[in-house]
């Protein structure tokens, strides 16, 4: 499953994580991003202990969406020692995410 990712949570959960971090940047009211869910979901699954899954809901996080530049959702950011990797920017096929994250184990 998924972890839910807050301002707060961001540093030690992100940041800090030696394996890479994929993190949805969604919202409760956006369309596509309930399309994208489930997706994120078996991605999760599919990569446990691998690498970690998580989400960031724009509107409870605005701090971390503004550091960075988050402007559309969905929004997926692959993190890699606490840098920006990879981005993904819309509703993308579960193949597609899962590739470009198994591009950084």
């Known amino acids: 499953m998924a972890l839910e990712i807050t301002d ?3 540093q030690d959960t992100v940041l800090k994580s030696d394996k890479p971090v994929l993190v949805d940047f969604w919202a409760v009211w956006c369309g596509p991003c309930r399309t994208l869910g489930p997706i994120i979901e078996e991605v999760a699954s599919d990569f446990e202990g691998k690498a970690v899954v998580g989400k960031v809901d724009v509107d ?3 701090e971390i969406s503004m ?4 402007r559309n959702i969905p929004t997926v950011l692959i993190f890699k020692n606490g840098e920006v990797v990879d981005k993904l920017v819309g509703v993308a096929p579960k193949e597609v995410i899962a590739e470009k994250l198994s591009a950084h184990l």
């Not at 550091?67 to 988050?70: A, F, K, L, S, T």
């Open 60 to 62: 409870n996080n605005q």
């Open 67 to 70: 550091q960075y530049g988050i």
């Open 8 to 10: 707060s949570s961001f």
